[in-house]
Each structure stands twice: as C-alpha cells, then as structure tokens.
C-alpha cells in the first residue's frame, strides 16, 4: 500500500514565522497534532501541539497574562523540528511505519522530489491502513501452523481457494528464524470457516481459529 492513498492531502502548514499562538490556534481547530513548517514552498521543520504545550511558560511560575503574551510573540522556529524526517509519496506504508518506530514521531510531512509538501502521513493513518489490511469486514481469521519448507504455503492456498473455492481476503506470514514452524495468518470470506479447517486437518495442517494460541473451537465450536 502506497503512502499516497493514506496520506492527508493538502494539510494545514505555517511558515517558521508564524507564532506559537497561532500554531495552538490551529492544532485545536482542526483537531490536528503536527504541523509541517514550510518556507518558500520548501519543507524545513515540523511543530506539534506537544512542542507548543512543553516551550509555555508553566502557570506556577508565570500569570496566564504573560504566558498568552508568550505565546504571541514567539514564532514557530523558536521550538519547531527542523531535522525533520519526511517520505514520499509512492514509498509503502510499511517503509513510513518502520520510520516512524525507529525515529520515535508522530507522523511524517509527505514531499515531492524538490521538498514541496504534498501531505501528511500520522500514526494514526499507519494504524487504519494496517487494521484496513488485517482485519477486513466479514471474514473469519486463521491461523494454519506451516512446516520451513517451500511449498507448504502454496499447498494450503490450493486448499482454500482452489479445492473450496473460498476466498482469501488477506494472507501474512511473519518472518521467523530458520527451520522454526512458520504461521499464515489469514482471513477467508466466510464467517463459519470450520469446513475450511477440517480440509486443512486432513491435509496435514495445524489450524487455529482465531489462533492457534486460543482456538475458540475449544468453547464448543468444534
């Protein structure tokens, strides 16, 4: 999935001019936490309502007087990100999420190859995209337990779509270690997948439903 079918088109930006009040101002209207800092149509930082929230003056020490005054006549470039991390947009979904991880932020100002921010990519997003992904509506989740060998994935496809002529809505396969029983996690387009699971048995497989963890075929669907 590419960064640009998630991503928020056209977002709200400043400029590094822009004070902090109005970067406060914009966060609560729009409901909306980074803000992606542009000058002369370029990228050059990023503000969230938590660097806004964190450079105020705490109110045991200063009038809520001074601290509107604060606000007012300290721009943006005082406190915003300008070592900002950004993505394009027909990098994956996957490559922004591994980025987000590793570098620890909320979300990832979207740019064309001269810096020109076409959107914004939150955690949130990420988040939808993968439940979009891992979860799709109607469908009944298993788990079939593989031997490391090639093949073995292939075969238990051949099962379900083929031989039952089920759909499958989605597949994953987590990465694991060398000759270790690997896991499909899969949805099938069926909410009683037990037909599904017994062909599977048949065949030699290890079947979980949901999981092969808790099966909720031991409360007496079985």
């Known amino acids: 999935m590419l960064v640009k079918k998630r991503m928020t088109h056209d977002p709200v930006v400043v400029s590094p001019r822009h004070s902090l009040a109005d970067a406060l101002r914009l966060t609560r209207e729009r409901r909306i936490r980074h803000l992606p ?34 606000l007012d006549r300290t721009p ?93 809505c989605s597949l994953m396969v987590p990465p694991g270690k060398p000759d270790e029983r690997r896991v499909a996690i899969v949805h099938v387009n069926t909410i009683d997948p037990r037909g599904t699971i017994a062909a599977l048995e048949a065949a030699g497989f290890e079947v979980g439903w949901p999981s092969l963890e808790a099966d909720l075929r031991q409360g007496g669907f079985a």
Do not use: W
């Open 37 to 70: 800092v542009v000058d002369e149509g370029v990228l050059v930082g990023i503000v969230s309502d938590r660097d806004v929230r964190t450079a105020m003056p705490s109110t045991l020490t200063e009038p809520d007087a001074e601290r509107v005054a604060f």
């Open 76 to 168: 943006i470039s005082a406190v915003m990100r300008s070592d900002v991390d950004s993505i394009g947009p027909l990098d994956t979904v996957e490559d922004a999420a591994k980025l987000m991880r590793r570098r620890r932020i909320g979300a990832l100002p979207v740019v064309d190859a001269h810096g020109a921010v076409l959107g914004i990519l939150s955690e949130s997003d990420v988040l939808d995209a993968f439940v979009e992904i891992l979860g799709p509506a109607n469908a009944s989740r298993l788990e079939i337990g593989l031997p490391d060998r090639a093949g073995e994935l292939a075969r238990a496809m051949r099962i379900i779509g083929e031989d039952l002529r089920v759909n499958v």
